[in-house]
């Protein structure tokens, strides 16, 4: 069996910087130690985290703290966080992902002089809440065409259009082309500032992604099951190979995926530890 293994697979630059310093202030001794949700979308990394002493807490826990350090993660929060940490007097480290943060200055300086946001992703993403946190007047979250199609343009008020670091290239410039068209629904012409912020790994790992998807017989993405870029890593690769699967760990393979394939492709989402992929990749090369 012939196997194919994406070159940007796996930890993008913010995970790993984020998990990293977690382990980091595991082994200085520092305790308790919490994260503010999960620290990445991937369910083993979380599970021995917890397993060393590290908690999940959620925003709504932070009143019942009193002591240890809380962890933003590369996902990022909103202004408001920051400013409750501050005031309940917790010690906290800020691992948000540099891409996460240059979004939250842009919207925080765009919104302050009167610009209404337009933030491309998924609204119940953690990312997307915490840009909306730092957007300081009217924001709108567009995630497909029909919601792009239903909005309507704020006559002769400044549009800035931002995107989560994870979304779909090309559907961000689908979404971008329709609200382009909009511009000139009001009588006076909108000023309309589009700025792709998604972060040149997404890029690479999907455009990656979409090729090896284009050459094999059978196509394995790995990634948590909540982790968004895992899963439009899969719509990518899916469109390209019928024969694609989302799997979290190589417990997950099954025989049946490799019928008549002789070229099996592997890529994983940025929560996914080189250690799984390098098991789904023996497992796949020895068992099928």
Request: proline letters at 2%; glycine letters at 8%.
């Amino acid at each position: 069996m012939e196997v194919k293994i994406a070159k940007t697979a796996g930890f993008c630059f913010g995970v790993k910087r984020a998990v990293d310093k977690v382990y980091e202030l595991i082994a200085s001794g520092a305790a308790p130690i919490y994260t503010l949700g999960p620290i990445i979308h991937n369910e083993e990394v979380v599970a021995d985290l917890e397993n060393k002493g590290v908690s999940v807490v959620s925003e709504e826990d932070l009143f019942g703290l009193s002591k240890g350090t809380v962890v933003i993660r590369s996902h990022g929060v909103g202004k408001a966080v920051y400013d409750k940490l501050k005031q309940l007097g917790l010690s906290y480290v800020d691992v948000t992902c540099p891409f996460v943060l240059k979004i939250h200055r842009i919207v925080e300086k765009e919104s302050t002089g009167g610009a209404h946001i337009i933030i491309i992703g998924d609204k119940e993403h953690p990312e997307v809440k915490g840009i909306c946190g730092w957007c300081m007047g009217s924001y709108t979250v567009i995630k497909d065409a029909e919601e792009a199609e239903k909005f309507v343009m704020p006559e002769g008020v400044k549009v800035c259009v931002v995107s989560q670091t994870t979304f779909n290239y090309n559907k961000f410039q689908e979404l971008v082309e329709i609200l382009r068209k909009k511009r000139y629904d009001n009588t006076v012409l909108n000023i309309l500032n589009i700025l792709n912020t998604i972060c040149n790994a997404t890029e690479e790992r999907q455009k990656e992604a979409r090729s090896i998807a284009g050459e094999v017989d059978t196509m394995l993405v790995i990634g948590g099951r909540h982790s968004s870029n895992t899963q439009k890593l899969f719509e990518i690769c899916k469109k390209e190979c019928g024969n694609t699967y989302y799997i979290q760990t190589p417990v997950d393979l099954d025989s049946e995926m490799f019928q008549c394939s002789s070229f099996v492709g592997i890529t994983a989402g940025a929560s996914t530890p080189k250690k799984i992929i390098e098991e789904v990749q023996e497992h796949v090369r020895i068992k099928f």
